[in-house]
């Protein structure tokens, strides 16, 4: 009982203390040219970030083009006719910040940031690439960022001990022709085959202004940016809304998967898979928090009767990642030696299933949320995260401010939701299991 | 030959501001964060950085001496291994109970080790700051030093080490270090210590090394995030209670090697890539060459547009990343740079690399280079105070070189004043001709690539680390 009030005393108070401005912006417009803008003023740091979040990601890629979405995004770093090539990162370099982006199944980020002074240039750098890409573009630099991907999917898969699960997975969980199937990164044929029209046709059909949500936020006038926001990005062509392929939910798997490989590794590692809900679903969050009871940290389920009580596993953890169309709920453990998969595997089945059977107790809850709490508010401090995170939240959630709203949906899960999702998600008859082992002789 | 392609690489940098680029205005004024230190009665240093934007807090226990360079001989990874034992039990609660406790105050703790000292890093809510606190003082004045614990730890980093070579980079780096300081010298040994040293490890070494070299005369504790100097005061109070003997002497530090070793190759069959560590001993920043040095490593490594990144992958699509560190300790440290190198070109990527440190030293920067690399470390500064976590840690590393906190208040000024002279000069003589390397890579495949490159005769590891 000392645990749960505690524990709601907590949540309680940081739902106060939690700097209401910080989590939701300061203005939002959308220009003539249907470009969405959110402005976010904080004059803690004398920095301003710049987001563009484009709604096109791997999903969204041809058969025969896997990784051409991020291919491309790569592409957008390479210069423009009045940007030479290398001239963008040496300005926001020269500016004490710098430019990056991600890419994910269903959406692709660029980020910028400086000092103060550089949001002009910023937005320049923007609106200007947005724009007029293409003049500048040929095949030199396709080739050139081709032999980069490549280099970094060989860094994150074939270099990497393991390094083929996530792709396995994604595989097994998802049918040929869903847009989860592969994976972001793509295959080294598919790289090889993208062409100069491919890129052309990318970007004229994804990269139009009503597809676009900017985010400005950091040490700024909001007057000034607002200015500079409709000099810079204004100008970019209004253009049809691109159709995005629609993508049934695929049907359950109709019996446990099982996948075996093999790689240059010592032990084997067994992994536990599942769909799960996608992203912001009713019963998200507490599959998430369900997936944090089971393994994350030394307090979690399998850590205790794995690593901890029965010696059986070096490591293992657990997580959801979810996405719009669905999400992946995995279990992973890596052996010690001499223990084999197959035991393992049993052991990480009967938590599952005890934690099915019987509900955890609001303390085990209480601590998630907890924990889930400070790593969400932690993963807010820079500006640039701050960005990015209206971004998501205003092309996911329709509501830039979300963030104060997603905390309570985490905040209401209770001990009777974990139980109840657990045992509807974590089906062992709808499992997929990757198991990498050692290659023989080794 | 004088590789003309570099001149033409950097003219970029040197493009004058074109029509269209905006001119941007003054710069606003930043002052870093001021640390507020007061001490408890038993000799503990706290230092409070406030920073009320979110309700977070992090905490940084910083105790100098208790690293690994303190192992005694044969008892490699003791630092690292005690460090490890201080959260599996504590004030009568045992591992799984302190983490249950821990993740219910929403707080993360992590215990790290390095050569020279073992920091108590901690993350929590600001609203469960007292608990955290106390629990944090509970981890230093009654660690359980539980034998059966100790054995299930000891085991685990005893495994842990023998998996080592399903983690390459980390090999490389290892072997690195080993390579620049000497592989018996404090700062030579791999951290964790290795499969021959784990193994004889027992709960008493680790409460005498306890004992011996967590202090709280010599600790210091950096808080940064919502909190202020009153409340925070009576949080600590428990640390207060922790007794330790007195200040042990501190750390034996060898400097580096003079003449390291140039070149270790470690097979590994197959690899779609090298895995290639270089590096360097580093100045000290007590050195008036420190920022001077600084520039070049900015200019070397740093960042997007430094010259590796620039040269490796947007020219030549060698690799995806480079990953620089550097690592100062007291009277030195060491820069090293991980380069994972397309398996093809491994050869070719490490003449580049070479031959752009040699340019460094053989050549003054533009104008145009030393103008960003000056202004991104100015300008990135406020940027380092962001985050509470960053912000702790930027303060513990000035606790752990024995620096003035106002250090960071100083910087922008000294960055101001580097020339390109300067930079040349100390390019010259710490970085020319002086890089190290390892290289974990298909050897069949990648050894006669390396022929050319005079770094004297190699020396072969295999994957557990073991000289062959």
Redesign the interface.
């Known amino acids: 009982m000392r645990?749960l009030s505690?524990?709601l005393l907590?949540l309680a108070?940081?739902g106060t203390?939690?700097?209401a401005e910080?989590l939701a912006p300061t203005e939002v417009f959308r220009l003539g040219n249907g470009l969405k803008v959110i402005l976010h003023e904080d004059h803690?740091?004398?920095?301003i970030a710049v987001v563009a979040y484009i709604a096109v990601g791997s999903r969204d890629e041809e058969p025969g083009r896997t990784g051409f979405a991020h291919l491309f995004e790569h592409l957008m770093f390479k210069g423009t006719p009045?940007?030479?090539?290398?001239?963008m990162?040496?300005?926001l370099?020269?500016?004490?910040?710098?430019?990056?982006a991600f890419t994910s199944t269903d959406q692709t980020v660029y980020i910028e940031?400086?000092?103060?002074?550089?949001l002009?240039?910023a937005l320049?750098i923007e609106g200007?690439r947005l724009t007029t890409l293409l003049a500048a573009f040929d095949d030199k630099k396709l080739?050139?960022?081709?032999?980069?991907?490549?280099?970094?999917r060989?860094?994150a898969l074939?270099?990497r001990?393991?390094g083929e699960a996530r792709k396995l997975l994604g595989e097994a969980l998802w049918p040929a022709g869903h847009g989860y199937h592969w994976r972001t990164i793509g295959s080294h044929e598919d790289l090889v085959a993208a062409s100069v029209d491919d890129v052309k046709r990318f970007f004229r059909k994804w990269y139009v202004p009503v597809n676009i949500t900017i985010v400005v936020a950091g040490?700024f006038d909001r007057a000034r940016a607002r200015e500079l926001v409709i000099e810079h990005l204004g100008t970019v062509p209004r253009a049809a809304g691109p159709e995005r392929r629609q993508i049934p939910d695929p049907p359950p798997l109709a019996g446990p998967v099982r996948v075996d490989a093999t790689d240059?590794?010592?032990?084997p590692r067994v992994h536990l898979a599942w769909r799960g809900p996608r992203f912001l679903a009713g019963d998200e969050a507490a599959v998430e928090l369900g997936a944090m009871i089971l393994g994350s940290?030394?307090?979690s389920r399998l850590y205790?009767r794995l690593?901890?009580r029965d010696?059986l596993a070096?490591d293992v953890s657990a997580y959801l990642s979810s996405g719009e169309l669905g999400g992946e709920l995995v279990a992973v453990a890596t052996a010690?030696?001499g223990v084999p998969a197959a035991r393992l595997e049993a052991a990480m089945l009967e938590e599952i299933a005890r934690l099915s059977r019987e509900p955890p107790s609001a303390?085990e809850v209480?601590?998630?949320q907890?924990?889930r709490?400070?790593?969400f508010?932690?993963g807010?401090?820079?500006?640039q995260d701050r960005a990015v995170q209206f971004a998501v939240y205003d092309r996911t959630a329709g509501d830039p401010a979300f963030a104060s709203k997603d905390l309570a949906r985490y905040r209401a899960v209770t001990a009777a939701d974990v139980g109840r999702v657990v045992a509807t998600w974590l089906a062992p008859e709808r499992r997929v299991t990757l198991v990498i082992s050692p290659e023989k002789g080794r | 030959m004088k590789p003309r392609s570099l001149v033409l690489a950097f003219a970029?940098?040197a493009?004058p501001a074109?029509?269209?680029?905006?001119v941007?205005?003054?710069?606003?004024?930043?002052t870093p964060p001021r640390a507020e230190r007061f001490q408890l009665e038993n000799g503990l240093s706290v230092l409070v950085v406030r920073r009320p934007?979110?309700?977070?807090v992090t905490l940084a226990l910083v105790v100098p001496g208790a690293g690994s360079a303190a192992d005694p001989a044969g008892k490699g990874g003791l630092a690292a291994f005690t460090a490890d034992l201080l959260d599996e039990g504590a004030g009568g609660r045992g591992?799984?109970e302190l983490?249950?406790e821990?993740?219910?105050?929403?707080?993360?703790v992590r215990i790290i080790t390095d050569a020279d000292s073992s920091v108590v890093l901690v993350?929590?809510?600001?609203?469960?700051l007292p608990r955290t606190t106390e629990l944090l003082a509970t981890l230093v004045t009654a660690p359980a030093f539980d034998d059966a614990e100790a054995r299930?730890v000891r085991?685990?980093r005893l495994?842990?080490a023998?998996?080592r070579?399903?983690?390459p980079q980390e090999l490389a780096a290892d072997l690195l270090d080993a390579a620049l300081y000497g592989d018996r010298a404090p700062h030579g040994r791999p951290v964790a210590g290795d499969v021959t040293t784990i193994g004889k490890l027992t709960v008493a070494d680790a409460r005498a090394f306890f004992g011996r070299s967590w202090h709280p005369a010599g600790t210091t504790l950096v808080v940064a995030g919502?909190v202020e100097a009153t409340r925070l005061r009576a949080a600590v109070a428990p640390l207060a209670a922790w007794k330790g003997q007195d200040q042990p002497p501190p750390a034996p530090v060898a400097p580096a090697l003079a003449t390291p070793p140039r070149l270790r190759l470690v097979h590994?069959?197959?690899?779609?890539?090298s895995?290639v560590a270089l590096g360097v001993a580093s100045l000290p920043r007590e050195d008036p060459r420190f920022f001077a040095w600084e520039v070049v490593l900015n200019a070397y490594g740093?960042?997007?547009?430094g010259r590796l990144t620039?040269r490796l992958?947007?020219?030549l699509?060698?690799?995806?990343?480079v990953y620089p560190e550097l690592h100062l300790h007291a009277g030195g440290g060491r820069y090293s740079v991980l380069a994972?190198l397309?398996t093809p070109v491994t050869g070719e990527g490490m003449k580049e690399i070479l031959a752009l440190a040699a340019d460094l030293g053989a050549r003054p920067m533009s104008d145009a280079e030393l103008?960003?690399a000056k202004?991104?470390l100015?300008?990135?500064?406020?940027?380092r105070?962001?985050?509470?976590?960053a912000t702790a840690l930027a303060f513990a590393e000035l606790v752990v070189g024995g620096l003035p906190d106002d250090w960071y208040a100083r910087y922008a000024a000294a960055i101001a004043a580097v020339s390109a002279a300067d930079a040349q000069e100390v390019a010259a003589q710490e970085l020319a001709d002086r890089l190290a390397f390892v290289v974990v890579g298909d050897l069949g495949k990648v050894r006669p690539q390396l022929r050319a490159l005079e770094l004297g005769a190699p020396q072969l590891f295999g994957l557990d680390g073991r000289r062959r």
């Open positions: 645990w505690l524990a907590l108070s940081t203390a939690a700097r910080l803690a740091t004398p920095k009045a940007i030479p090539d290398g001239r990162d040496a300005l370099e020269e500016g004490g910040g710098f430019s990056t940031w400086a000092t103060s002074s550089y002009e240039t320049w200007d080739a050139n960022q081709r032999d980069v991907v490549r280099n970094e060989r860094q074939d270099n001990p393991y040490d240059d590794v010592v032990v940290g030394k307090a205790e690593v901890y010696r070096q010690k030696p303390e209480a601590r998630v907890n924990l709490e400070a790593r508010l932690s807010l401090e820079s500006v | 970029l940098l493009w074109l029509a269209a680029e905006p941007p205005g003054p710069d606003a004024a930043f934007a979110l309700p977070l591992a799984l983490a249950r821990i993740d219910g105050l929403g707080a993360r993350t929590t809510l600001s609203s469960t299930r085991a685990d495994t842990q023998q998996l070579r399903d983690r919502d590994r069959p197959g690899a779609a890539q895995d740093g960042g997007f547009t620039q992958r947007e020219q699509g060698y690799l995806y990343h994972p397309f103008r960003k202004q991104n100015i300008r990135a500064l406020p940027g105070f962001e985050d509470n976590t």
